[in-house]
């Protein structure tokens, strides 16, 4: 009885600790695929425009 009384302690003490390293790490996952939905979407772009393997800045000559 007193172990499932600690038990229970333990996991209330550290429940919040552990929701906010759930929360920051969908975080980080959710912003992960938005950048490479951003980054697939820029290559997608450059293939359609023919502009792979060209420089984007002032030319040299």
């Known amino acids: 009885m007193e172990f499932v009384a600690i038990a229970l302690?333990?996991?209330?003490?550290?429940?919040?600790?552990i929701r906010?390293?759930?929360d920051s790490m969908a975080y980080r996952h959710r912003a992960r695929?938005?950048?490479?939905?951003i980054?697939?979407?820029?290559?997608?772009?450059?293939?359609?425009?023919?502009t792979v393997g060209e420089s984007r800045g002032r030319s040299g000559g």
């Open 39 to 50: 980054r697939a979407k820029g290559e997608a772009r450059e293939v359609a425009g023919g």
């Open 20 to 22: 906010s390293l759930l």
């Open 33 to 37: 695929g938005k950048a490479e939905i």
């Open 9 to 17: 302690f333990v996991a209330a003490v550290l429940a919040p600790g």
